[in-house]
């Protein structure tokens, strides 16, 4: 089993920053890709972004490309969502997701989630 904790989540102001970040712990996920979803209020949860294990592949929702950047420190079991120039439309909550066995894109190909954190963008 892995269990997956997010943190990092915060209120901001349209156009700045935050970083989020997600332990795993448990069995190793070092060999796993790993993403980021989230879900706003009354919506579906929605792929942000993924990775491979050794971060040679990475793909990113249109709405977050050139803004968003998913990193990983396997040594420290630990993936990142750098986000910048935030957007209203990116308040949601947050999940970490890891170990995908198909589409990365699809919300129950990825067998490990995180509790989620909450980024609130005001303007």
């Known amino acids: 089993q892995v269990q997956l904790v997010e943190s990092g989540g915060g209120l901001v102001q349209t156009g700045g920053s935050l970083r989020l970040s997600c332990v795993a712990s448990?069995?190793?996920?070092?060999?796993?890709?790993m993403g980021w979803f989230r879900q706003a209020p009354g919506k579906e949860r929605e792929f942000v972004a993924a990775?491979?294990?050794?971060?040679?592949?990475?793909v990113y929702a249109n709405s977050v490309k050139g803004r968003f950047s998913i990193s990983r420190d396997n040594a420290k079991n630990t993936a990142y969502l750098e986000m910048n120039s935030l957007k209203l439309e990116d308040t949601a909550v947050y999940f970490c997701?890891?170990?995908?066995?198909?589409?990365?894109?699809?919300?129950?190909?990825?067998?490990?989630w995180g509790q989620g954190t909450q980024v609130t963008v005001s303007s």
């Open positions: 990775m491979t294990w050794h971060g040679g592949s990475t």
């Open positions: 448990g069995r190793t996920v070092s060999r796993s890709a």
């Open positions: 997701a890891a170990d995908a066995v198909g589409s990365w894109l699809q919300v129950y190909e990825w067998n490990y």
